[in-house]
C-alpha cells in the first residue's frame, strides 16, 4: 500500500510559459546538404559552407504548446562545389539568407521542440555574371533549452528551396546553433 501510494497519480502538466515573450541571439550555421542546378547539361553543384547570424522573434504559450514568428539573418558564406570535391568556386556563393518563420513547438521540462515553416530569401553572388535573388519555402524542427531563466541554447535543422525566377533552383539544409534570451 505504501509503494502505491507514493506513486504520482497523474502525468505533471507540461507548460510552456517559460518561453512567452520577445527571444532574441545568435546562430552559427553550417550546410549539411546542398544542391545548386543551372538547368544546363553540366549538371547540378554541391553547396557547401557555413554561416553567423542573428535572430529576433516572438513566442505565445498555451498550456504545453508554444506558438511564435521569428526574423533571422545570418551572413552566408555557402559557395559551389563540384559534386564530386573536384573544385570550389569560392566566387559563386550565397552571401547572406532572410528568413521570416512561424515555429509550433511543445514544451517538456525545460526544453521547447518545435517544427518551422516560412519563407526565406537569399542573395547569390554569380562570379562575373551578377547578383541574384534565390528565394522560396523554408522548413524544419528544432530543439531549444534553458539553461537559466532567460537564457537558452538549441539547435535547428533547416531546408531551403529556393529559385531565382529561372536562372537556377537551389535545395540547402543547414544546422544551427543557437545560444538567446528572453525578455
Same mark, same amino acid.
Not at 134 to 140: D, E, P
Not at 153 to 168: A, N
Given at each position: 500500500i505504501l509503494a502505491v501510494s507514493s506513486l504520482p497519480l497523474a502525468a505533471q502538466a507540461q507548460d510552456a510559459s517559460a518561453w512567452q515573450g520577445i527571444n532574441l541571439g545568435f546562430t552559427a550555421n553550417t550546410v549539411?546538404? @546542398?544542391s545548386q542546378d543551372y538547368f544546363d547539361p553540366f549538371g547540378p553543384y554541391d553547396i557547401k559552407g557555413s554561416a553567423q547570424g542573428a535572430f529576433v522573434g516572438y513566442t505565445w504559450a498555451s498550456g504545453a504548446m508554444a506558438y511564435g514568428v521569428e526574423l533571422s539573418y545570418a551572413k552566408a558564406d555557402y559557395n559551389q562545389?563540384? +559534386?564530386d570535391g573536384s573544385a570550389d568556386y569560392q566566387d559563386y556563393k550565397f552571401n547572406?539568407?532572410? %528568413? $521570416? &518563420?512561424?515555429?509550433?513547438?511543445?514544451? !517538456?521540462? &525545460?526544453?521547447? +521542440?518545435? @517544427?518551422?515553416v516560412g519563407y526565406g530569401q537569399s542573395e547569390w553572388e554569380d562570379g562575373p555574371g551578377g547578383v541574384y535573388d534565390? &528565394? @522560396? $519555402?523554408?522548413? @524544419?524542427v528544432g530543439l531549444d533549452y534553458l539553461v537559466s531563466d532567460r537564457v537558452f541554447?538549441?539547435?535547428?535543422? /533547416?531546408?531551403?528551396?529556393? %529559385?531565382? %525566377?529561372? /536562372? !537556377?533552383v537551389a535545395n540547402v539544409t543547414t544546422l544551427s546553433l543557437r545560444v538567446g534570451m528572453k525578455f
Open positions: 549539411m546538404n @546542398g562545389a563540384e +559534386a547572406h539568407t532572410l %528568413d $521570416l &518563420k512561424a515555429r509550433v513547438g511543445y514544451a !517538456f521540462g &525545460k526544453a521547447l +521542440a518545435y @517544427g518551422v534565390g &528565394k @522560396g $519555402l523554408i522548413y @524544419g541554447v538549441g539547435g535547428e535543422v /533547416l531546408r531551403r528551396t529556393m %529559385d531565382s %525566377d529561372g /536562372l !537556377f
